[in-house]
């Protein structure tokens, strides 16, 4: 089965600079897709990058980017020029092309926090 | 375009008690999906519906059931609710469900049972 890990629980960033945030998984599968979610107080999951393992150029949204290394089954989410709305819980999440279920598998979650 | 939309916000339950959790998506997805989310974890997958008419469990179903009443919405039940189902549930919806397409989540329903 495959697993998402999230190795920092928390994470503090000053407004203006850069964070990475690490995310590795376990899968045996060659094809598959990856995702950051952002999870402000509200609660509400928004998207925020997503990557197809089969592509090797890095995603990129703004001022958010990946760093994809297949081989090394890690994901990190770099996130440039923080902002005092980007803090929040960011949870990795994988998903199986071909998996019936669809459903998304989620890591533990790291809290960011950003300072001004 | 409200998205996915859930009701009730917040409710308190007796251990015991039955209640019914509401999802609707104004999006046209095929596929719909009930996570919880515990403190410390991820979501977990309780069910979902790959398309109108069709239910299947996620990971952690015990205790729950669903209803695919149309391809708008999509009810999650508790019929004798336990403390261990304090949690809070997302309901998510997406064009289908072996894609890329992005799953979008509605607000969630913080459920308390004492």
Known sequence: AQT?????PEMSVQEAET????CTYDTSESDYYLFW?????????????????????NAT???FSVNFQKAAK???LKISDSQLGDAAMYFCAYRSPGRSQGNLIFG???KLSVKP | NAGVTQTP?????KTGQSMTLQ????MNHNSMYWYRQDPGMGLRLIYYSASEGTTDKGEVPNGYNVSRLNKREFSLRLESAAPSQTSVYFCASSEQTTSLKTQYFGPGTRLLVL
């Open chain 1, 37 to 57: 979610y952002k999870q402000p107080p509200s609660r509400q999951m928004i998207l925020v990058i997503r990557q197809e393992a089969y592509k090797q150029q």
């Open chain 1, 4 to 8: 998402v890990t999230q190795s920092q």
């Open chain 1, 108 to 110: 533990k979650g790291t």
């Open chain 2, 9 to 13: 916000k917040f409710q308190v339950l």
């Open chain 1, 74 to 76: 890690s994901f990190s």
């Open chain 1, 19 to 22: 964070v990475t945030l690490s």
């Open chain 1, 61 to 63: 949204e703004n001022r």
């Open chain 2, 23 to 26: 999802c609707a998506q104004d």
